[in-house]
Nanobody, 123 residues
Framework: QVQLAESGGGLVQAGGSLRLTCAAS????????MAWFRQSPGKEREFVAA????????TYADSVKGRFAISRDNAKKSVYLQMNSLTPDDTAIYYC????????????????WGQGTQVTVSS
């Protein structure tokens, strides 16, 4: 059974940093593009960042470009999201997602999802 487990969320002050980790199990990780999405209360789940199977191509939402960085370690079957210069608008539950093949910014294109990790940024 495929599992994606996020960790690294927490409470941080505005301007601070956090690094999220998503560990995959029972998944041929190298065959899957990976992404991070987030959801705030009352809002739809939105795309944050995605990374290709090799890690050579990354895509970001405009709202996080220049502040967040997605990376992966295929040997460890893990994907990371380094978040810098955090603002209260970044407060959300962050989800890891996987899809076979190429990356996508569309939520419905992703097959597997983690349970999410809460990120709260105080002002």
């Amino acid at each position: 059974q495929v599992q994606l487990a996020e960790s690294g969320g927490g409470l941080v002050q505005a301007g601070g940093s956090l690094r999220l980790t998503c560990a995959a199990s029972s998944l041929p990780f190298i065959m899957y593009a990976m992404a991070w999405f987030r959801q705030s209360p009352g809002k739809e789940r939105e795309f944050v960042a995605a990374i290709s199977r090799s890690g050579g191509t990354t895509t970001y939402a405009d709202s996080v470009k220049g502040r967040f960085a997605i990376s992966r370690d295929n040997a460890k079957k893990s994907v990371y999201l380094q978040m810098n210069s955090l603002t209260p608008d970044d407060t959300a539950i962050y989800y890891c997602a996987a899809r076979a093949g190429i990356t996508s910014v569309q939520r419905n294109d992703y097959t597997y999802w983690g349970q999410g990790t809460q990120v709260t940024v105080s002002s």
